[in-house]
């Protein structure tokens, strides 16, 4: 059996906003609500969701860059959140991310070696001969030149900057990478280029991602897995081919539904899902989807489902898991 890599154990993130009156109370933002993952070496995970859904809260959770408000997560076996910040500082080595921006995670007053390297210079007291050699290895491996360490990021372009963070990503040998929409930010003609070296760079380096994204085709291309999360909770999970396929949920199905396909006009009678739009918000009890979906039924008001198997490698959080969107 693989190790188990990443352990969340009913994570939540609530934040505080400021009181709208003086004498109110401030208003809570849960981010991300009781989620908890298993994930294991070598087996790719993708979180999907819509905009403010928590997917970029608990990458920041998973990467110490935040402290859970309960719960816990373990990498390697290791609570981070117990971790002095010298103890949190060295076991970075085996857990890096790549942001999403690539003009904006990169310093443009700074070398290519300069940035590369970094990591190395906060974990190890490795010389400068060394840290230049590390760096031309993973700057070749990403598919760049070693006569490249000398640049600055304005001379590359952005498909190059990402290769570049994902090159300063692989400098310490992670186990883990967190990668947080690595390839939205990038045209479409290059975005295919980024995921193939990931892919390829998974297998060389024995990396494995854990891959915050938007895009199912990039999940569908990348993933072994994938949960759904919607309002901070896990939906729905599985295989890409599993959820895509015979996706369970209503919200997932709404995701899918919403993908455009060429030449989908021309296809007679295929069927539309539709989505009801509203403001309300859904009371605590309440399965969080409900005020938006279109087979929502009494309980769906009053309890909330909680993630239960319905088949192998196949959960989902739905009381009516049987129920089919209706045409239009």
């Given at each position: ?308 198997t319905i088949g192998a490698d196949h959960w989902v959080a739905c009381h009516f898991v049987a129920g089919q969107l209706p045409d239009d």
């Amino acid at each position: 059996m693989s190790e188990t890599l990443l352990r969340l154990d009913q994570v939540t993130r609530t934040y505080t906003l400021p009181r709208e009156r003086l004498w109110a109370a401030a208003p809570l933002v849960h981010a991300v609500q009781g989620i908890s993952l298993h994930m294991n070496s070598g087996r790719n995970l993708g979180i999907v969701g819509e905009s403010g859904s928590g997917k970029s809260t608990l990458a920041r959770l998973v990467m110490a860059l935040e402290a859970p408000t309960s719960g816990s997560v373990h990498i390697l076996g290791q609570a981070l959140q117990q971790l002095s910040p010298f103890e949190l500082r060295h076991a970075r080595r085996n857990f890096q991310m790549v942001f999403q921006d690539p003009y904006g995670s990169l310093d443009p007053r700074q070398t290519v070696q300069r940035i590369i390297t970094e990591p190395l210079m906060a974990l190890e007291g490795a010389d400068d001969l060394d840290r230049r050699h590390k760096a031309a290895e993973v700057l070749r491996a990403v598919g760049l030149r070693s006569n490249d360490l000398g640049k600055y990021p304005h001379e590359f372009s952005g498909g190059q900057r990402q290769r570049i963070a994902i090159a300063r990503a692989l400098i310490t040998r992670p186990r883990l990478i967190v990668a947080d929409e690595p390839v939205s930010a990038l045209d479409v003609s290059v975005r295919a280029q980024v995921l193939n070296l990931m892919q390829d760079l998974s297998k060389e380096f024995g990396v494995t991602y854990l891959l915050i994204t938007h895009d199912l085709a990039v999940v569908d291309h990348l993933c072994d897995e994938v949960a759904v999360i919607y309002q901070g909770r896990i939906v729905e999970q599985g295989s890409p081919l599993m959820l895509f396929k015979a996706a369970a949920h209503p919200y997932t199905q709404a995701l899918l539904a919403a993908v455009p396909r060429v030449g989908a006009e021309l296809q007679p009678g295929r069927r539309k899902h539709s989505v009801r739009v509203t403001t309300k918000a859904s009371p605590a009890a309440a399965c969080p989807y409900a005020a938006r979906c279109p087979q929502a039924q009494a309980r769906c008001e009053t309890q909330r489902p909680e993630l239960r198997t319905i088949g192998a490698d196949h959960w989902v959080a739905c009381h009516f898991v049987a129920g089919q969107l209706p045409d239009d």
